[in-house]
């Protein structure tokens, strides 16, 4: 891992880091864009801007090992997460949105094997905004009859991040979305 060199980037980003304990942030260069479509079907996107990587706790090709997420939160006993990857992105939107909240997913085979979101933000239509995850990668969900499950046994390799942008108001699709070619291993 090498450090970003970009010293405004590498500011902010600590900044948004330093919220939830993070070090050794490390340029995205391994993360591009993905030209071909997942496997399963996609709500488009409802809105036009971008998003991109600012920055990231840990490369592309490494291992993520999951534990108890007890220790993150009592509410969360029985999950299983990572409290070790976190990330940073630069996210433009031609919708003003307030309390909009984004979602990456890790994804194998088209199959969601771990999730975080960022919290609520609100986004000027044009404008640039920073918005990092401060929260576990959770690798396991829960259903709504209680049941937790994990979609994917592990270890397994994920080969996909989504990054998406959604407006709460509007829940069936997302306003943006973007992948990334981004591999991670998660063990016990």
């Known amino acids: 891992m090498k450090p970003i060199t970009t010293s405004i980037v590498s500011a902010i980003c600590s900044c948004v ?39 990231v706790t840990h490369d592309s090709g490494g291992a993520l090992r999951v534990q108890d997420c007890a220790a993150f939160s009592p509410i969360s006993a029985n999950h299983l997460c990572n409290e070790e990857w976190h990330a940073a992105f630069d996210v433009t939107s031609t919708v003003d949105l307030m309390n909009g909240a984004l979602s990456v997913y890790f994804e194998h085979a088209g ?26 990668v959770f690798v396991t969900r829960q259903l709504e009859s209680g049941i937790v499950e ?39």
């Open 17 to 55: 880091f330093a919220a939830c304990g993070a070090t050794g942030i490390v340029t995205p260069a391994a993360p591009t864009a993905v030209s071909n479509p997942t496997a399963t079907p996609v709500p488009p996107a409802t809105a036009i801007g971008n998003i991109r990587f600012a920055a």
């Open 111 to 136: 199959m969601r094997c771990g999730e975080v979101w960022a919290s609520s933000q609100s986004f000027a239509a044009g404008r640039e905004r920073l918005v990092g995850t401060s929260n576990p």
């Open 150 to 188: 994990l979609p994917c046994p592990l270890p397994v390799t994920t080969d996909r991040l989504v990054v998406q942008l959604w407006d709460p108001r509007r829940p069936a699709a997302p306003l943006l979305r973007r992948e990334f070619d981004y591999v991670f291993t998660f063990v016990e």
